[in-house]
């Protein structure tokens, strides 16, 4: 039996869920999201629950998809009502972000201003070195971030570039360093 898939989830009050044509509707206060049903999973909502099941218990492929789907609610129930948000941070001299109507301009060190369009239901906000991206959907907004993180990724030698503020970049020394320690 699954572990995730078998726990309930809480509905909070100001947000509806219900299924329509295979697909889970959850709206809240910060949007609405839908998710597509795989066949072998269904959702049952009683009062202020969600419980979702599959076909056979014992199967493992059912029972992915049951800690799957149940995750993927829960998380959707968690966007509607506080939203997710991830912050990224840019190092690097001259290197800097800015907003242009909803769209970020970011400017790391190529010969061009590099310009980042955010999908709908994400938004951008820049504080100096800071670019925060949120949005309702955890998909959206991770997949958002990454193609950021795409644009300059952090480099080893100087830790220039954009990384999320709670990455690591693991610095490498420079090839005066190793001359020295090899003499």
């Known amino acids: 039996m699954s572990r995730i898939g078998k726990k309930r989830i809480a509905i909070p009050a100001g947000v509806t869920a219900g299924v329509e044509k295979n697909q889970v509707v959850i709206k809240g206060p910060k949007g609405e999201l839908r998710l597509n049903l795989h066949p072998r999973v269904t959702v049952a909502f009683e009062q202020n629950e969600i419980t979702t099941t599959v076909v ?86 991770g997949e958002m971030a990454a193609q950021i993180r795409k644009v300059k990724k952090p480099e080893p030698y100087k830790g220039k570039g954009i990384k999320y503020v709670d990455e690591v970049v693991r610095r490498k020394a420079g090839k005066t360093a190793a001359k020295g320690a090899a003499a």
């Open 56 to 141: 056979n218990e014992n199967n493992k492929q059912d029972r992915s998809l049951w800690g799957t789907f149940s995750s993927l609610i829960a998380s959707m129930v968690k966007g509607v009502t506080e939203g997710f948000k991830k912050q990224m941070e840019i190092n690097g001299v001259g290197y800097k972000a800015n907003l242009k109507g909803a769209n970020l301009m970011l400017e790391v060190g190529f010969s061009h201003p590099v310009e980042v369009k955010p999908v709908a239901g994400v938004k951008f906000s820049v504080e100096k070195n800071l670019i925060t991206v949120e949005g309702a959907d955890k998909q959206l907004v």
